[in-house]
């Protein structure tokens, strides 16, 4: 369990002398039991097929594993594969921690403390652990910034706490804790110049800090921030700029988003954390900077980013052409935790709207429905050239999507001083102790096929807090934070909220509904939010959607595919003022509310090239 202090005060040195301004702190995933029809099959999937299939990969098909085992055994062999695959292993024992929290399986359990025995065996008595350099020239570590050595540590950090959680087991903390001390006496102690090339170990550490209170790992923490904006050259790799690693200039100074996606998303990650955490208001008013440039200029319709693959993220702005997308899956996934801490650190809902575009249209994409093949790049449009593989050279994004998936429960819940958040509607019970009062909570609902929620609110006895229920944007006509999308014609909408039947008073702000009274054992809160099909259509400057609209309903946004369609999704126009319908669907194993409507279907002849 992470240990969450309210009104912690940091008593550092300098500018680390602050108070924790975070506006609550998550519900972990650990204490939320998940019963909804939408998201258990798909945890259930996680921890059934997909890790399975990571283990699979990881162990057996590729030299991952097998790695450690060389350095353990002293064999004297080689290293294997790419420099940052240990980042997969404990990707892969990331998410095998969360998915043992709630499908205990002893076979999995057994394979991950069979991993982490060989992990612990091969690191170094000073802490180091990195089996490329390892097999290959340890005289070289910490030489070359590119190398996602504590990229590598980070997620090595982010898996043990994870698996601490998830079983008690300490092993690999205990590995992960030597680690980050050696890179802290590396470099920090020794006010040694080095940056993250691959941005993790930020938000790692902060996680570090929440579980051990050891300031040592903040301090870590915001001295990886501060090492940048010096504009580091890389001779060796020319294609590498300062940009690609939001290097241009100091973090609090950044305004723009820049260089590679995923790097981009973990380093705003551990910004926020950092700032939520110290107070430092040059680190929030960046992330507002950045976070705008983002959401405003360079977001997908579907919550991705990063539109080209030359870099694997972000090129200039309004640069989002549709079938050339990257929209890497990991970016997506980056997506959903950086706007996670963005709302913890600010309390405004836009950021929970963005998540949720992300979660469900950019990142869940990214799994098959039988669990075990994926996509890397997700093009928002496609001629059939795409298909979701079994595995990637580079397999980040596997691992990725079966840890968001399998800690879905952490974005569920928030916790304040003396208030209850609710930001996504997901069926689901957890028990949150206020004060002196444990009060018990019972979500139901059909979401996202449909918007009636009910929440049981139980407290073992009266007490007086806030409920903030969050109101999506997308039922108050908001296509988008921004104006980068917006609904046409769009038919406001009423929600309706009624505490044991009775419409209670409820105050908005920054796009909650915020419930204060004393509650009481029993109470049922009843929240309805009307779902109709809406048509989104794009700025002007985004011209790769000229004369297109896409449709979207409650928080899911439609694809047209050819299966559907007669194997033709492409030669077709709907009117604007086109009618749209709902029925119930069931695509393979899944339930899902389709929409139809009636298109004009032009025919191409390929012998003159004419069109009827």
């Given at each position: ?262 790097r981009a998303m973990y380093l705003y990650s551990g910004t926020a954390d950092v700032a939520a955490t110290t107070g430092d208001s040059d680190y929030v008013n960046a992330m507002k900077n950045v976070w705008e440039d983002v ?318």
């Amino acid at each position: 369990m992470k240990k969450r202090i309210a009104l912690l005060i940091i008593l550092f040195a300098g500018k680390l002398s602050a108070q924790s301004i975070q506006k609550y702190w998550p519900v972990n995933f650990s204490k939320v039991a998940i019963t909804d029809a939408f998201w258990k099959p798909k945890l259930q999937l996680v921890a059934t097929q997909t890790l399975k299939a990571c283990i699979y990969q990881t162990e057996i098909n590729t030299p991952r594993i097998r790695n450690f085992l060389k350095i353990a055994n002293k064999t004297g062999e080689k290293h294997e594969g790419i420099y940052y695959d240990d980042s997969d292993v404990y990707k892969a024992l990331e998410a095998i921690g969360y998915s043992l929290k709630t499908n205990r399986d002893s076979s999995i359990e057994n394979t991950a403390d069979r991993w982490i025995d060989v992990i612990a065996a091969a690191q170094m008595p000073d802490g180091y652990l990195n089996t490329y350099f390892q097999l290959k020239d340890i005289s070289k570590r910490w030489t070359d910034i590119e190398k996602h050595e504590d990229y590598c540590a980070g997620h090595l950090i982010e898996a043990a706490i994870a698996y601490y959680n998830a079983t008690g087991k300490r092993k690999l903390l205990d590995v992960a804790i030597r680690f980050a001390n050696h890179i802290d006496s590396t470099f920090r102690m020794q006010n040694k110049y080095w940056f993250s090339g691959h941005e993790e170990i930020e938000l790692a550490l902060m996680k570090l800090y929440h579980l051990t209170n050891n300031d040592r790992y903040l301090k870590l923490a915001d001295w990886y921030l501060s090492q940048r904006g010096k504009q580091y050259r890389d001779n060796q790799r020319t294609w590498i700029t300062p940009e690609y690693w939001q290097d241009l200039v100091p973090v609090k100074e950044q305004k723009e988003i820049t260089g590679h996606a995923v790097r981009a998303m973990y380093l705003y990650s551990g910004t926020a954390d950092v700032a939520a955490t110290t107070g430092d208001s040059d680190y929030v008013n960046a992330m507002k900077n950045v976070w705008e440039d983002v959401v405003y200029r360079n977001m997908y319709i579907n919550g991705g980013i990063g539109s080209t693959g030359d870099n694997e993220g972000f090129s200039k702005d309004y640069d989002l052409p549709n079938e050339q997308a990257y929209c890497e899956t990991c970016a997506s996934v980056g997506m959903v935790f950086w706007n996670s801490r963005m709302n913890q650190l600010i309390g405004d809902s836009k950021y929970i709207d963005v998540l949720e575009r992300s979660l469900y249209n950019g990142a869940l994409d990214g799994l098959s429905i039988s669990g075990d093949r994926f996509f890397y790049d997700n093009p928002l449009a496609s001629s059939g050239q795409h298909q979701r593989k079994a595995w990637f050279g580079t397999a980040c994004c596997p691992s990725n999507i079966s840890r968001l998936v399998a800690s879905v429960g952490d974005y569920i819940y928030g916790q304040g001083t003396k208030s209850i958040w609710v930001n996504l509607f997901i069926a689901s019970n957890t028990t949150i102790q206020l004060a002196q009062t444990p009060v018990e909570i019972a979500m139901e609902t059909n979401y996202p096929w449909n918007g009636n929620i009910k929440i049981k609110i139980d407290p073992i006895k009266k007490a007086t807090f806030d409920l903030y229920l969050r109101i999506p944007g997308w039922v108050q006509g908001n296509a988008s934070p921004g104006d980068l999308y917006h609904f046409i014609d769009f038919t406001p909408l009423t929600i309706t909220v009624k505490i044991n039947g009775i419409n209670v008073p409820a105050k908005k702000e920054n796009g909650y509904l915020i419930i204060n009274r004393e509650w009481n054992k029993g109470d049922v809160l009843e929240y309805y939010l009307p779902m109709q099909v809406n048509k989104i259509t794009s700025k002007r400057e985004l011209n790769y959607n000229g004369d297109r609209f896409a449709i979207q309903r409650g928080p899911i946004l439609y694809c047209v595919e050819g299966t559907d369609n007669y194997n033709n999704a492409w030669n077709f126009f709907i009117p604007e003022k086109n009618n749209f319908q709902t029925k119930p669907f069931k695509i393979l194993t899944e339930n899902v509310i389709a929409i139809e409507t009636d298109a004009n279907v032009v025919e191409v002849n390929t012998e003159n090239q004419s069109v009827q």
